[in-house]
C-alpha cells in the first residue's frame, strides 16, 4: 500500500511512477498508462495495420510492464524500456502471422484507415479538410515505407527516441539506423511535395 | 524540415479516429491493480534486507573460521611450557587399584578432550595431554616398584595387542597421543613405565608415525 501522503503527482517523471507503481501505488500505473497508451498503441497499430492484432499486443505489453515493473533499471528511460517491449512483442506477431496471413491482407486496414480520416463528420472549413486529406497522406505513406523504415520512423516520432536507443531497440548498427530515419524522412517529404 | 514533418505526423494522429479498445484499458488497469495489491516476495521487501545482509555476513564469518581447522587438522605441537602435572585433572590421580580394565569405561572429563585419544583434534589451540587414568598410575609408580609393576602392564598390553579395542583402553594410546602432540615430558613418564611402543592404533598407526607426521620424529 502506498505511504501516507505519498500521492500520485501528474507531473512526477515516468521513472517516479513506475516506482511508485513497484511498491504498489495503482493509481501510478494508471497515469503511466494513460500518458502513453496512444503512442503504444499507434506504434502498433501503424506498423502492423490491424487494429484488433494492435489491441492484443497491446494488452500483452502492459501486462508485461506491470509484470515485469521491479525489474526496470532507472538507468535507462521508461519509454526506452516500454518500446522495447513493445517491438519484441510485435516482431514476435509479425513471424507467427507471416505463417497465416499474406501480406496484401495487411493493406486493407490501412486503406480503411486512411478512408476514415477522409471522411471525418466533423469536416466543415476547407482548410481543415485540406488539413485532413494531408494527414491521411501522411498516415497512407507512413504505413506503406518499408517495414525497417516504418518503425525506425515510428519509434522516433510516438516513442520520442533517439538513433542510440532505436538502435538498440531494433538490433541494429547506428549507421543503419541513422539511414533508415533519413530514407523514411526523404520518402515522407517527397509524398508531401507531391501532395502539395 | 524534420520539424515541419513531425508536426505533420502530430496533426495527422490527433485527427486519426483509430483508438485501442477500451477493453484493452479496462483489462490492463484490473490486472495492474491486481498485481499491486499481491504481496511481494519478502526478498524484495526494504526492511527485510538488514536482517538477509546479516545472515549472509555472519554466514560468511562462520565460514571463515571454520575453513582454515578442516584444511588444517593437525594442531600445532605442544610447546614446552605445556606442563603435565598441570594438565591432569585431580579425577586423574585415581587410586592404584584402578587399573587397564577400569579405563575402558572412562570418558573424556574435560570439554577440550576429543573423545577418541588418536581422533586429530578440530581446536586450533593444542589439546592437553590427558593420559588415561592408568597412565596416572604409571607416574605414581615409583622407579624401584617399576619392577613389580611390570607384568601386569605386559598383561595389559598383550591383550590390547592381541584386541586393538577402543585406543582409550590401552596405555599405548597415551603414548602415541604424547607423540603426536610432542609431549617430551609424558613420552618420559610413558615410556619409563615401559609400555610398548611400536603398538599401532586402530588405523594401524605406531607412535613413531604419528610423530613423523607432526614433523617430530
Known amino acids: ?54 489491441d492484443e499486443l ?68 476547407v482548410a481543415a479538410a485540406v488539413a485532413r486529406d494531408e494527414a491521411a497522406a501522411l498516415i497512407r505513406a507512413v504505413e506503406e515505407l518499408p517495414r525497417e523504415q516504418r518503425e525506425a520512423f515510428l519509434l522516433q516520432v510516438e516513442g520520442d527516441l533517439d538513433i542510440e536507443e532505436i538502435a538498440r531497440i531494433t538490433g541494429s548498427s547506428f549507421e543503419t539506423t541513422k539511414s533508415r530515419l533519413r530514407y523514411a524522412r526523404t520518402k515522407l517529404r517527397q509524398m508531401l511535395k507531391e501532395y502539395a | 524540415m524534420t520539424e515541419e514533418l513531425d508536426e505533420i505526423y502530430r496533426r495527422a494522429s490527433a485527427l486519426d479516429p483509430s483508438r485501442p479498445s477500451e477493453s484493452v484499458r479496462r483489462k490492463v488497469l484490473e490486472h495492474a491493480a491486481a498485481l499491486a495489491a499481491r504481496p511481494r516476495p519478502a526478498a524484495n521487501r526494504p526492511r527485510w534486507r538488514p536482517a538477509i545482509f546479516g545472515t549472509l555476513a555472519a554466514a560468511g564469518l562462520a565460514g571463515l573460521l571454520i575453513v582454515p581447522r578442516v584444511f588444517n587438522p593437525h594442531p600445532p605441537a605442544n610447546s614446552a611450557d605445556t606442563a603435565v602435572p598441570a594438565q591432569i585433572p585431580p579425577d586423574a590421580d585415581a587410586p592404584p587399584g584402578a587399573g587397564a580394565p577400569a579405563m575402558a569405561g572412562a570418558p573424556p572429563t574435560a570439554a577440550g578432550a576429543p573423545p577418541f585419544a588418536d581422533a586429530p583434534s578440530m581446536n586450533s589451540a593444542p589439546a592437553p595431554f590427558r593420559p588415561p587414568q592408568g597412565a596416572a598410575k604409571f607416574r605414581a609408580i615409583a622407579p624401584a616398584d617399576r619392577q613389580a609393576a611390570a607384568p601386569q602392564e605386559e598383561v595389559g598390553n598383550t591383550t590390547a595387542s592381541a584386541q586393538p579395542a577402543s585406543p582409550q583402553t590401552e596405555p599405548s594410546a597415551a603414548l602415541r597421543r604424547a607423540a603426536e602432540t610432542g609431549d617430551v615430558q609424558a613420552l618420559r613418564v610413558i615410556l619409563g613405565a615401559e609400555v610398548p611402543i611400536d603398538a599401532p592404533d586402530a588405523r594401524g598407526r605406531t607412535a613413531l608415525m604419528l610423530a613423523a607426521s607432526g614433523g617430530r620424529a
Do not use: C, K
Not at chain 1, 502506498?2 to 517516479?16: F, I, K, L, M, R
Not at chain 1, 517491449?85 to 486496414?109: K, Y
Open chain 1, 58 to 125: 497491446m494488452q500483452e505489453v502492459w501486462f508485461a510492464v506491470a509484470r515485469d515493473a521491479s525489474r526496470y533499471l532507472p538507468s535507462a528511460r521508461f519509454t526506452t524500456w516500454l518500446f522495447s517491449i513493445a517491438h519484441n512483442r510485435m516482431i514476435d506477431s509479425i513471424r507467427v502471422r507471416r505463417r497465416h496471413v499474406s501480406l496484401e491482407s495487411l493493406g486493407h486496414e490501412s486503406a480503411e484507415v486512411t478512408r476514415q480520416l477522409i471522411a471525418d463528420p466533423s469536416t466543415s472549413p
Open chain 1, 1 to 54: 500500500m502506498p505511504d501516507a501522503g505519498d500521492s500520485t503527482v501528474a507531473d512526477d517523471s515516468d521513472e517516479a511512477l513506475i516506482g511508485r507503481y513497484v511498491r504498489g501505488d495503482a493509481a501510478a500505473f494508471e497515469l503511466l498508462y494513460r500518458r502513453h497508451e496512444m503512442r503504444v498503441w499507434r506504434y502498433l497499430q501503424r506498423n502492423l495495420r490491424d487494429a484488433a492484432t494492435a
